[in-house]
């Protein structure tokens, strides 16, 4: 690669004065500064835009570290976000941890400062105290779709009501007459799932139909899993009218093995979701969802992120969403006859 | 951030002992070296990676550059790309254009050879002279999945025979007895899907049922075009008896709008797509469909551009992937009796 000190040698110039130029910066004569250019063109030199970035103690991108790239609602986040960040001038990078925490510690140590001047995380399973040590270097940080408004972290973050999204669920299957319920968790117990679960299951409660827990289960956040725990419910627990699950995959899951066990949804059992992502428009039957508020999160979160970079913001501070909305769609209907 | 300097100034040392220390070069006694790791864990101090990159003439990620991170084939291909940058010490990051050369254009100029010292470059619908010249100020340049191996660019890619794709596609609804097909095909008809659709209409032509072209749409490569478009054709054409999809996006949007008429998928239209994504074996009926190999193509995209970066490769090269393979679920049958 061409380099800033080769330009200047054609140009019989200093460095400096190459620098100058390209940065329109400094007193130099129309003459030099069209000999420079014209280096610039012959060698097809492109100033160092990183190299720039750490000269100005500034890096050009931020970066988004999601847990599972192919959880299809982080693309649709990450396209947000990104769209977002490109009309603040800046780019996006995604990196993908796979939900392992050595591999999210060493993306934060790679490229947190480094490549990146800010860090975007969503879900990524990293442990509270990596992350404020990635603060405490620099690297401003912020956590996409915190869970708990009424819980704020250590650190800046995005928070979505999802207590008010598991409730927004169960009061509209209680509203179809819906008394008998099995839930699906795509989290362990006490994780990121857990307040969609409590919303659920105190909406139930507050409705005089607490939800007992032999009908829960807690799965991975896959399709594959929400098929195999709606299997396992059905059978032991035949007479389950509807299923919450605590996000769209287990719910599209549910669905298929509702099918597959030769029953019709919504006429023998109701299913619904949370997040809204494509798949929930695109089943058949089409899915009943809680919707958040992605794109608001996702440029929420960057505009928050910036602030936080030109120091416009105090950390840790917290900005919550919309609410949650209910989407009505085929997956749910009032309960079969007994 | 703390720099280099700072730690130099607190172990009362020189920069370049604290950067033979952290590098472990040099000689520096053992007394000096203890000041020095001390001075970075009080300070916490990280050496600059992206810095310590560029003075070593090495950058630490490779790029992927995708025009739809939407698509749910990209994050597919990302998350095996990425798996296998990281299995050789590299990060990869993902850059979303939206389909815009403009973008795409943008990050290239931003990131080639300065945030990252190569490219995947995943269908960004970027002129090939524009390709060539980042390749040309150094940064190699990889076309994941070049679609027709009997016309290699005048780039490295990966090809896969997407040809053959649409062949197999055809022959299996030859086989199963249709001849009154409907073809959507997933871009412009000189584009990235026209190999697939002139695989099918050879095979066709082969088994002496030429398709007429005008039961072909050339459609955006989305569930809801598949679904507009086969709504049309269904009308225009009611003897038509399976559909060829040249993707699985809008084979997915053609089951929809068929079982959306009153008509049942593989009773009454047979449906076929091409690549075979998660949704194809979700969905119900699950989507029979030509699975491409998108592990491998990532893998050997990964493994080429680095040849490449250590110049261990021509250029331009071409690899071969695998023969693409039918995948037959519950999407087609024998044709319905008239």
Redesign the interface.
């Known amino acids: ?2 380099t800033l000190s080769e330009v200047a040698r054609l140009a019989g110039v200093t460095s400096a004065t190459v620098s100058n130029v390209l940065r329109q910066r400094g007193k130099v004569g129309e003459q030099t500064r069209q000999r420079v250019l014209d280096a610039v063109a012959q060698l ?1 030199y ?1 100033p ?4 720039r970035a ?1 000269a100005e ?1 500034r ?3 931020l ?1 988004l570290v999601v847990s599972s ?2 959880n ?1 609602f ?3 986040f ?2 947000a976000a ?2 977002a960040a ?1 009309d603040h001038g800046r ?6 941890t ?1 939900d392992d925490p050595d ?1 999210g510690r ?2 934060l ?3 947190a ?3 990146s001047d800010g860090v975007l995380i969503m879900n990524a399973n990293l442990p509270m105290d990596e992350l404020r ?1 990635t603060e ?4 401003p940080v912020v956590l996409c779709m915190w869970e708990k408004p009424d819980a704020p972290p250590e650190l800046p973050c995005i928070a979505v009501d999802f207590f008010e999204a598991g409730a927004i669920a169960a009061r509209h299957l209680l509203g179809l007459g819906h008394q008998c319920f099995a839930a699906l968790v795509g989290s362990k117990k006490s994780g990121i799932h857990a307040e969609r679960y409590r919303g659920f299951a105190s909406a139930c409660k507050e409705a005089g139909h607490p939800h007992p827990t032999q009908r829960t289960r807690y799965i991975n956040d896959t ?1 594959e899993s929400g098929y195999r725990a709606t299997m396992e419910l059905l059978r032991e627990h035949p007479q389950v009218t509807a299923i919450f699950a605590s996000n769209d995959l287990p719910a ?2 549910a ?2 093995a509702i ?1 597959d066990m030769g029953m019709n949804v919504p006429r023998d059992v109701s299913v619904t979701g949370i997040t809204d992502i ?2 929930a428009r ?3 039957p089409a899915l009943t969802t809680v919707a958040v508020p992605t794109e608001a999160a996702a440029r929420m979160s960057i505009e928050l992120l910036l602030a936080l970079i030109e120091r416009r913001s105090p950390s840790p501070v917290m900005h919550v969403t919309a609410a949650p909305q209910l989407v009505e769609r085929a997956s749910t209907a009032v309960p079969r006859k007994r």
Chains 1, 2 share one sequence.
């Open positions: 690669m061409t097809g492109r160092h835009l990183t190299a750490l103690g890096a050009p991108t970066a790239i192919a299809p982080y693309p649709e990450a396209l990104e769209r490109r780019f996006l990078i995604v990196c993908n796979n591999i060493a993306y140590d790679q490229i400062g480094t490549l040590k405490q270097r620099g690297a399709v599209l899951g669905m298929n099918a494509q798949w695109v089943s058949r």
